[in-house]
C-alpha cells in the first residue's frame, strides 16, 4: 500500500513538475512584430455584409484571400473597420454588424462573437492580458466612448465616455489617448485615460476631428486631425465655419505644435503612420501620401505618393508603406507595397475595400 | 471618411421613392365594343416573346404585389430586400431602372431613382399583367432596354351591380382585405377599389452569422399598406368616351438591419402617393383619337431615429398625351402620338434647387399585314428633354407564320435611359451628382418562335415559344467614389444575351382540366468596357444579382370548381460583387408553393376559398445577402362576389 502510495506520489510530482515547467513562459526568440505577415482588413460595401480578412505571408510572398469565410464558412459580416492581435487572439471589430468577432489567428477559426455591450465600434487595444479598450462611437454617431474589455471572461465590463466618434487609441505606458474623431458631429479632443483606474485624467485640444495618433522616438505624440466641413444647403463650403485639417503635437498631455494644411479638401488629413524608428511622419491628405520628418516646422507641399487611398499601414517588419487601394466598392481592390523613398514595390490583389493591417 | 459615406450610402439604396412620370399614352379604345381596354399601343405592335400571367394565377395573387407574383412566377429577377421589402425587376440582364412600369399606359418609375418599387403594386389593382421582355417596345421610351410591365385595369360595360369582397390572412401576422364596389350600365361605369395590407414578417430564419449558429426572429420588418382606385368612364356618345381615375396609396415599412447586425433596425420609410389619369377618347370610321392627362405626386420620408435621420423628398410629375390611330388603310395601321411630361423633384440633397425638367416625345408606329404569312411593325420615338434631343429609338419588328400556326420573328431596336434626377442633381454627404452625364443608349436584337398545336378531337393544347436575345448597354451609368467623394459616370458597356423558353400543355377530360407550364431563362450579362474606370476586374465578368438560370414550372388540375395548382421557381446562384467571388455568392434556391381553390355560386352571389402553401419545402434561402427570406408559411383567403346585372 505504502508502495503503491510512493508511487503515485512520485508520479504526482513529475506530472507536476511538467505541468509547472509547460506554464513557465519558454523565452522566445525574439520575434518581430509582422515577421510572419500580416492579415488584411478588406471593409466591403457599407450594407452588403461583403467585409473579409486577407493574409499575407511573408515566407511564401502571397496573398490569400477570403481566409474568414473559407475557415469558418460564413460570412465576416458588415463593414469591417480593424483587427488588432492581442493575448494569442485576433479581434476583427466589425462595426456595421455591431460585433467583435475574436479568431485563432493562426489558423482563422472562430472563437467568439461580442456584441454585448458594444454598440458601434471601431479599434481595440490590448492593454494587458486582463484589460482591452474598444473604442465606439455609439448607436448615434455622437456619444463615442470606450469599451472596458476583459479579455479572459470575454466581456465588455464598462464604459468611459470621451467624445464623439472615439477612434483611434494609443498606449502610453499607463495612458491611453483616444482620439475623438467626431463621428457624425464634431469633436477637438484626444482624451487621456488612466489604465490603472479607467477614468479621464486629461483632455487635450487639437484640430477638428482628430482621428488617429502615433508617438515618436523622443515621446511626443502626433495626431492627424481632418478639419470640419460646413456646407450650405446648396453644398457649397461655408469657409467661415469651417476648419482644414492638421497635425498636432503632443508633449507632456500639451498640444506643443499645430500644422494646418493650406486648403480645405473633402479627403482631409488622416492615416497618420510612424517609421519604425520614429523620426518620419506618414498620411493620406487629399488624394495623396505624404511623408514629414519629426522635426519639421512647416508642412511638406510635395506628396510622396500621388495616389487616393483608402487606407494606410506601416510594415513594422521593414519599414515600407502598405498603400490600401478601393478603386470601387464593387469589387476587390489592392494592396500597394512602396518603400520608403516613395517607390512602388509591389502589388497585391485583397478584398472589397481595404482599409488597413494588421500585423502578425 | 465614413461618416460622409456613411449618411450618402444611407440616403441612396433606401430612398426608393415612386413618382411616375409617363410618357405613354392612357387610350381608352373598341368604344363599339362593351370591354373598355387600355393602352393601345401593343395592337400596333407584334406579339412577341412575351409572359402573361393567366387569370386564373392573377385571381389567385388578389391579395399580393406585383413583387411576389413576379418572384413566385419567376419572370424575370426579382431584385428584393426580403419579403415585403423594396423590390424590382430585372429583365435580360439589364438593370432595375431598366424596365419600364406602365399603369394604363403610363410609365411610372421614379425619375428620382428611374425605379418602380413593384412591392407597392397591389395585384387587387390590375386586371391584367403583360411582362414583355426585351427592347423592341422602344416606343415606350425612357427606360425600356430590357423590358416593360403593362398593368391594365379593363372595364365592362352593362353589367349593373357588383359587389366584390376579398379577404386574407395568414403566418407572419400577414392581413389583406379588399372590395370593390362597381356599378355600370351601357352609358357609365364608376367602381371604387380599396384595399389594406398588413404583414408583421417577424419569421424564424436561421442566422448563420451568430455563433454558435442560431435561430432568430426577424425583427423590424413590418409592412402596411392602405390604397384606393376610383375609376369612371361616361361614353357620350358613340363617338365619345371620357374617363377618370384615381389611385391614392400610403405604404409604410419598417426597414429592417442585415440579419447580421446585431441590434435591431430603428428606420422607417414611408411613401404616400396619388396617380390621376383623365382621358378622352374620339373614334370615327377611319381614325380614333385619343387624349390623356395624368398626375403624379409621391411623397416620401426616410427616418432613421438611431442616427437621427431624416429625409424627405417629393416627386410630382404631369403628363399629356394625345395620339392619333388610322384605321382606313385594308391591310396596315398607324399610329402617330405626342407627349409631354414635366416633372419635378424636392428633396433636401438637391439643395435650394428643385430640379424640373420638361419632357417632349414624338412618336409613330406602323403595322403592315400584306397577307395572312406576313407581319411587318416598325415604331420609332423621338424624345427632347429640356430642348435637347435623345438618341432615336426606333423598332423594326418582322413575323412570319406558317399556316399551321407556328410564327417566327426577328425584332431589332434601339433604347435609352434618360439620367435620374439623382444621377443630375444629387449633391451633399458624400456624394456629387453628375451634370454632364449621357443618356444610356442600348441595341437589341432578337429572334424568336412560338409553336401552337390544338386538338379539338383530344381536348388539348400545345405551346411552346422560344426567342434569342443579344442587347448591348452603352454609357451605362454608375455610382463609385473618387477621392472619397461619390459620384455617377457614364462607366461602363454591358453586354447581355441569353436564351428564353416557356412552354405549356392543356388537357381535358370531360370536367377535368389539367395543364403543365414551364418556362426557363439563361442569362450572361457582362462588362464588356470599363471606360476610364481604373478597376479592371470587373472586365467580362457577369453583372452582379444577375443569376445566369432561372425558371419556373406549374401544374394545375381544376374540376368541378376546385383547383389544384402546384408551382416551383428557381433562382440560379448569383454573385453579389464585381468579380464575381463564389465566397459573396447568393446561393440558388429552388421554392414551392401550392395552391387550393374553390369556387362557388349561389344566385347572384359567386365567390371562391383559397388556401396557400408557400415554400412548401422549407428551404432555407436569402433574397440578397443579410436578407432571409421565410421558410413554410400558409395564407387563407376568400372571395365573395355579388352581381346583380343592369337593367338599362
Known sequence: MIRVFKKISFLLIISSLLFLQACEKTPDPVIKTGEAGFFIINEGAFGKGNSSISFYDRKTDEVTNDIFFKKNGSQLGDQAQSMTIHEGKGYIIVQGDKKVKVIDPTDFTLKKVISSGIENPRYYLGISASKAYISDWGADGLTGSVKVYEPIRQEVISKISTGKGANKMLLVGNFVYVANSGGFGKDSTVKVIDITTDKIVASITTGNNPNSLQIDKDGNIWVTSSGANEYDADFNLVEAKSTKGSISKISGNKEVLRLTVDKFAFSNVSNLNMSVDGTTLYYSYDGSIYSMNISATALPTLPLIAKDYYGLALDPFNGNLIACDAPTFTSAGNIDVYDTTGKLLKTYAVGIAPNGCSFK | ?????????????????????????????????????????????????????????????????????????????????????????????????????????????????????????????????????????????????????????????????????????????????????????????????????????????????????????????????????????????????????????????????????????????????????????????????????????????????????????????????????????????????????????????????????????????????????????????????????????????????????????????????????????????????????????????????????????????????????????????????????????????????GVEVQGQLQQSFNEINASFSFQYTFTKATNEDLYNSVNSNELHKQLFYTPMHEGSATVRVSAYGYSFTFNSSYTGSQFTDGDNNIFFANKEYLISNVWLNKTLSFHHFTGSVMAEVNNAFNIEYLSRPGYPMPGINYKFGITLQFNKPSKI
Do not use: C
Open chain 2, 1 to 497: 471618411m465614413i461618416t460622409q459615406l456613411k449618411t450618402f450610402v444611407f440616403g441612396v439604396p433606401f430612398l426608393l421613392p415612386i413618382i411616375s412620370y409617363g410618357q405613354q399614352k392612357d387610350s381608352v379604345r373598341l368604344l363599339q365594343e362593351v370591354m373598355v381596354e387600355q393602352s393601345r399601343l401593343g395592337n400596333i405592335a407584334i406579339s412577341r416573346y412575351t409572359l402573361k400571367v393567366d387569370s386564373l394565377s392573377l385571381r389567385l395573387s388578389f391579395a399580393n404585389s406585383l413583387a411576389d407574383l413576379l418572384r413566385k412566377q419567376g419572370f424575370g429577377h426579382l431584385r428584393a430586400y426580403g419579403p415585403g421589402g423594396v423590390a424590382t425587376a430585372s429583365f435580360r440582364g439589364t438593370g432595375s431602372s431598366h424596365t419600364a412600369v406602365l399603369w394604363n399606359g403610363v410609365n411610372i418609375s421614379s425619375p428620382l431613382l428611374g425605379l418602380t418599387d413593384l412591392s407597392q403594386v397591389p395585384m387587387s389593382f390590375a386586371d391584367d399583367a403583360v411582362v414583355q421582355a426585351g427592347g423592341a417596345s422602344s416606343i415606350y421610351g425612357n427606360g425600356s432596354i430590357g423590358g416593360t410591365i403593362q398593368l391594365n385595369n379593363k372595364a365592362r360595360f352593362g353589367d349593373g351591380l357588383k359587389i366584390v369582397t376579398q379577404l386574407s390572412g395568414g403566418s407572419f401576422g400577414t392581413y389583406f382585405q379588399n372590395g370593390e364596389i362597381k356599378w355600370s350600365n351601357k352609358k357609365f361605369i364608376t367602381s371604387t377599389k380599396a384595399f389594406v395590407s398588413v404583414a408583421n414578417n417577424d419569421f424564424e430564419f436561421i442566422n448563420r452569422s451568430n455563433f454558435p449558429v442560431s435561430v432568430d426572429k426577424r425583427t423590424h420588418n413590418a409592412m402596411q399598406q392602405v390604397g384606393v382606385l376610383q375609376q369612371n368612364y361616361w361614353k357620350i356618345s358613340h363617338q365619345h368616351l371620357i374617363n377618370a381615375k384615381f389611385w391614392y396609396q400610403d405604404n409604410e415599412y419598417q426597414v429592417p438591419a442585415l440579419s447580421s447586425d446585431s441590434k435591431p433596425s430603428l428606420a422607417n420609410q414611408k411613401d404616400v402617393f396619388y396617380r390621376a389619369l383623365v382621358g378622352w377618347n374620339f373614334d370615327s370610321p377611319n381614325f380614333e383619337v385619343s387624349y390623356q392627362a395624368a398626375f403624379i405626386n409621391h411623397e416620401l420620408l426616410y427616418a432613421d431615429p438611431a442616427i437621427n435621420l431624416v429625409s424627405k423628398s417629393n416627386f410630382r410629375t404631369a403628363i399629356q398625351n394625345a395620339e392619333i390611330n388610322f384605321l382606313a388603310m385594308k391591310k396596315a395601321s398607324a399610329t402617330a402620338g405626342i407627349n409631354y411630361t414635366w416633372e419635378e423633384g424636392i428633396t433636401d440633397n438637391f439643395g435650394q434647387l428643385a430640379p424640373m425638367r420638361n419632357r417632349i416625345a414624338l412618336f409613330s408606329a406602323y403595322k403592315w399585314q400584306p397577307n395572312v404569312a406576313w407581319e411587318l411593325a416598325s415604331s420609332f420615338r423621338e424624345e427632347w428633354v429640356d430642348g435637347n434631343a435623345n438618341p432615336i429609338a426606333p423598332a423594326i419588328t418582322v413575323k412570319y407564320k406558317l399556316p399551321n400556326g407556328t410564327s417566327f420573328y426577328g425584332s431589332t431596336s434601339n433604347n435609352y435611359r434618360i439620367p435620374t434626377f439623382n444621377d443630375l442633381f444629387w449633391i451633399g454627404a458624400g456624394g456629387q451628382s453628375n451634370p454632364v452625364l449621357k443618356t444610356e443608349t442600348s441595341h437589341s436584337t432578337e429572334i424568336g418562335f412560338a409553336f401552337l398545336a390544338k386538338s379539338i378531337s383530344s381536348n388539348s393544347k400545345l405551346e411552346f415559344k422560344g426567342a434569342v436575345y443579344t442587347n448591348s448597354v452603352n454609357d451605362w451609368i454608375q455610382w463609385s467614389p473618387n477621392n472619397a467623394l461619390w459620384s455617377p459616370k457614364n462607366l461602363k458597356k454591358v453586354w447581355s444575351r
